[in-house]
Nanobody, 115 residues
Framework: QVQLVESGGGLVQPGGSLRLSCAAS????????MGWYRQAPGKQRELVAS???????NYADSVKGRFTISRDNAKNTVYLQMNSLKPEDTAVYYC?????????WGQGTHVTVSS
């Protein structure tokens, strides 16, 4: 089992920045993919960014150039630095940890971009 604890969400004005964190604990894998997904009201959950255990990253087109995903293997933590935030980035952001054919989800953290 893997437990995920997210933090860093909140209210920010358009153009502002936030940094999300996701700490994993439990049965940690050597080979994994960690990612951030988001779900806006009335919309499906979508992938925002992901990073593998060897550091390969992937981003949704809508966030390329604005968001950066990174990891600290020593702390089993993944981060999502979000810059130049837009109102359309408003959503609940979920951390996902995938290894050995199983995926685990965090509880979600709210991000609201509004003036």
């Amino acid at each position: 089992q893997v437990q995920l604890v997210e933090s860093g969400g909140g209210l920010v004005q358009p153009g502002g920045s936030l940094r999300l964190s996701c700490a994993a604990s439990g049965t940690i894998c050597n080979i994994y993919v960690m990612g951030w997904y988001r779900q806006a009201p009335g919309k499906q959950r979508e992938l925002v960014a992901s990073i593998t255990s060897v550091g390969s990253t992937n981003y949704a087109d809508s966030v390329k150039g604005r968001f950066t995903i990174s990891r600290d293997n020593a702390k089993n933590t993944v981060y999502l630095q979000m810059n130049s935030l837009k109102p359309e980035d408003t959503a609940v952001y979920y951390c996902n940890y995938y290894c050995n054919g199983r995926g685990y989800w965090g509880q979600g953290t709210h991000v609201t971009v509004s003036s």
